[in-house]
């Protein structure tokens, strides 16, 4: 308990001496109160990391001061101690935003490890939100580029940001939903508190579990301390889960059950916890093909995409390809100590005419390659090693006379979407098949275009 603060309020002197002498030998600062209207004046010097707070007080009881520190920022974590052994009592403290319930008298070791087990908690948050302000900082705008997509994009992610509900990012992968996870977060409510990012690809059910929910010691062989879980983390932050659709179907439904009730168990624990926090899931699947398929929760599916948004993929927003190339050479740069870079106009032009099939992700370590092999601070196309593909040309539809259209690249691509949803009856399935991007990708892409829902068939 390092360098901790603890506030110890009790109406009882020789209670209050009691419980001090518990943290005598602690390296922690403790004050002590016996009134509530003590505990606020307290409280407006000193910010306490842990209350030990008497449920009934001359003044009042727990609840009132519980319900008051609410909105304080960082909360302190609150250890209700009374003599009322009452369930009812217990539960009404516990949903108000009481951390824990001890019935007198405490016992001083178990009180001892619980204020340190709090502490610990607490300097975890303390370290991830100071993490997530440097991410932050340093975090990729999700927005780049002037592409009629991206733009799009930005415009409907604008839209829902007071909205409090799960969201869905679709797109490939390498495409920048984590960059857009975290921007949406930055600007919602829950800015304040941890951003808590978990890739579920690769793990199996009982790691999973122990990753999301934490687990009690002793509670699976090798756990040798508690260890707190990443939805405990996010408390009043945000839970972005990438790769959503790797969940193992046992944890999905402890997922929906955290989402939906606000509580939560410990692996090993017997006690729920009160957690509130936004869900972000993200996926380079199509949901809606897993769920027949038994790979997806059909509850849990519902439950996460009310509000859906797919990132292009960066062959479909080629023309931003110069400015993020641009910003990824400033930050390379800038991390390396290599000075100012810059690509040739061949490097650029060649960057735009490749496929990237690992998007954004791809062409940021291209650049990182590129850097490492230039002989000046200008990249060349010879530096981006990007093989001997072919470039990329699009023929222009023709005109009845022959000459070439002066259609843009956005009517171009609506018009062979509405031929290949004629030429299919309208059916997004077969049609997503066909143009091989994901359903959930061409809906949105129908939307853009403007083609009529009613036409569709789903």
């Given amino acids: 308990m390092d360098g901790n603060r603890l506030l110890i309020v009790e109406d009882d002197p020789v209670q209050r001496e009691l419980l001090a002498a518990i943290f005598e030998d602690e390296p922690c600062k403790a004050l002590v109160a016996g009134t509530l209207a003590e505990t606020r004046r307290i409280l407006q010097r000193f910010q306490p990391d842990i209350i030990l707070l008497d449920y009934q007080l001359p003044d009042g009881n727990a609840l009132e001061l519980i319900r008051e520190l609410r909105t304080e920022e960082p909360r302190p974590a609150v250890v209700v101690i009374t003599s009322l052994s009452s369930v009812t009592l217990a539960v009404d403290l516990i949903q108000e935003g009481a951390d824990h319930f001890l019935v ?20 975890l948050r303390q370290n991830s939100l100071a993490e997530n302000r440097l991410a932050g900082q340093q975090a990729f705008n999700p927005f780049a580029g002037a592409s009629a997509a991206i733009k799009s994009l930005e415009i409907r992610v604008k839209q829902v940001l007071g909205v409090d509900v799960p969201i869905l990012l679709n797109g490939e992968t390498g495409t920048g939903k984590s960059a857009l996870a975290r921007w949406v977060h930055t600007q919602s409510r829950r800015s304040a508190h941890a951003f808590v990012e978990l890739n579920c690809a690769g793990l199996n059910r009982e790691l999973l579990e122990s990753e999301l929910f934490g687990h009690e010691k002793g509670s699976f062989t ?23 659709a790797e969940m193992d179907l046992q944890v999905q439904a402890k997922i929906l059950k955290a989402i939906e ?94 496929t990237w099939p690992g998007n954004i992700r791809e062409l940021r370590n291209v650049l990182e390659r590129a850097v490492l092999t230039r002989k000046d601070s200008t990249i060349l196309p010879s530096d981006l090693n990007l093989g001997s593909r072919p470039p990329i040309h699009i023929t222009p539809p023709l005109t009845p006379t022959g000459q070439a259209s002066k259609l843009t690249l956005q009517a171009v691509e609506r018009q062979h979407i509405m031929d290949v949803m004629q030429e299919l009856n309208f059916q997004v399935g077969p049609a997503a098949e066909a143009l091989g991007i994901p359903r959930s990708t061409l809906y949105v892409k129908l939307k853009t275009h403007g083609i009529p829902s009613s036409r569709i068939q789903k």
Avoid: N
């Avoid at 090798?222 to 879980?229: I, L, R």
């Fill in 104 to 123: 007198k008298p405490v016992e001083p070791g178990a009180l001892l490890a619980l204020c340190r087990r709090l502490m610990d908690q607490a300097r």
């Fill in 222 to 244: 090798g756990a040798g301390t508690a260890k707190v879980g990443m939805m405990e983390l996010a408390d009043r932050g945000t839970l972005f889960l990438d790769e959503i």
């Fill in 261 to 354: 009730e606000q509580t939560f168990r410990r692996l090993g624990d017997t006690r729920d916890r009160s957690v509130a926090f936004g869900l972000i899931g993200a996926t380079h699947h199509d949901l809606e093909q897993l769920l027949p398929q038994g790979r997806f929760r059909e509850d849990l599916y519902y439950r996460i995409s009310t509000v859906q948004f797919t990132m292009p993929a960066l062959r479909d927003r080629r023309e931003d390809i110069p400015l993020l190339a641009g910003s990824f050479l400033v930050r390379i740069a800038a991390r390396w100590g290599t000075g100012p870079l810059q690509l040739s106009t061949g490097a650029a032009e060649r960057l735009q005419e490749h």
